[in-house]
């Protein structure tokens, strides 16, 4: 988000939600403090597996390592392996790179396949082992970028902690018929009890409904 924001980039893919752990944190709160657009969405089935140097068994396994959703997706798996200890990773392909450098056996990855393939790694497991999920990716740019066949828009906002706020935010997709398919909050940081609220509507820029329902979002937040 950083290279995208600073014009070095012009697009990132990031996973937002997945189909078991549910909505990814951190990027809903990158969203807030980057101010870029979510220009697309794709859904994409995640296939992780265990990669590890070749030639490695499992036996020699000690540490593996990953993404925090990637652990708590494959925690089935590794806790069938209670004598390994799972160590948090800043990203899935992260570990995979870690595992290729140090080139120590008794270290392992989860990760995916094409991550593996990239590093030189051996896939020591299945994704038949490991859990399988599907995963929701969104593509920000800098820029808002419209397209005409568009379906869905996706807006942030947020409102005082006072009775009947959300209600009436709320009202403006009710009033206006149009159907909400999700609604996340997270809080505000240095505001008690206050929230920032992520709504998903079905519409388009160019219904009458769609403008409405926005204009009174607007006024409200």
Same mark, same amino acid.
């Given at each position: 988000m950083e290279e995208v924001a600073s014009g070095k980039a012009d697009y990132a893919v990031l996973p937002i939600e997945n189909s078991t752990e549910g909505i990814v944190t951190d990027i809903y709160d990158l969203l807030t403090e980057y101010?870029?657009? #979510?220009?697309g969405e794709q859904g994409m089935k995640v296939e992780h597996v265990l990669l590890g140097i070749p030639g490695t068994s499992l036996e020699e396994i000690k540490t593996v390592y990953s993404h925090p959703q990637a652990l708590a997706q494959c925690k089935k798996y590794l806790e069938s392996h209670p004598d390994w200890k799972a160590v948090k990773t800043e990203n899935t392909a992260g570990a995979a790179k870690k595992i290729h450098e140090e080139l120590d056996r008794t270290q392992a990855a989860i990760a995916s396949r094409a991550?593996?393939?990239l590093y030189g790694l051996s896939v020591m497991a299945e994704t038949s082992a #490991?859990?399988? =999920?599907? /995963?929701?990716?969104? #593509?920000? @740019?800098a820029h808002p970028v419209y397209e005409k066949s568009a379906a869905k828009i996706s807006v942030s906002f947020e409102l005082p902690h006072e009775s009947g706020t959300l209600y009436h935010m709320l009202s403006h997709?009710?009033? =206006?018929?149009? @159907?909400? /398919?999700? #609604?996340?909050?997270?809080?505000? /940081?240095?505001?008690?009890?206050?929230?920032?609220f992520f709504v998903d509507f079905e519409g388009n820029l160019e219904e009458p409904a769609v403008k409405n329902a926005l204009r009174g979002l607007e006024a409200e937040a």
């Open positions: 101010q870029l657009y #979510i220009v991550a593996g393939e #490991i859990m399988r =999920n599907v /995963t929701r990716f969104i #593509i920000v @740019s997709f009710i009033y =206006n018929g149009l @159907s909400m /398919t999700k #609604i996340e909050s997270r809080p505000i /940081t240095g505001k008690k009890w206050e929230y920032r």
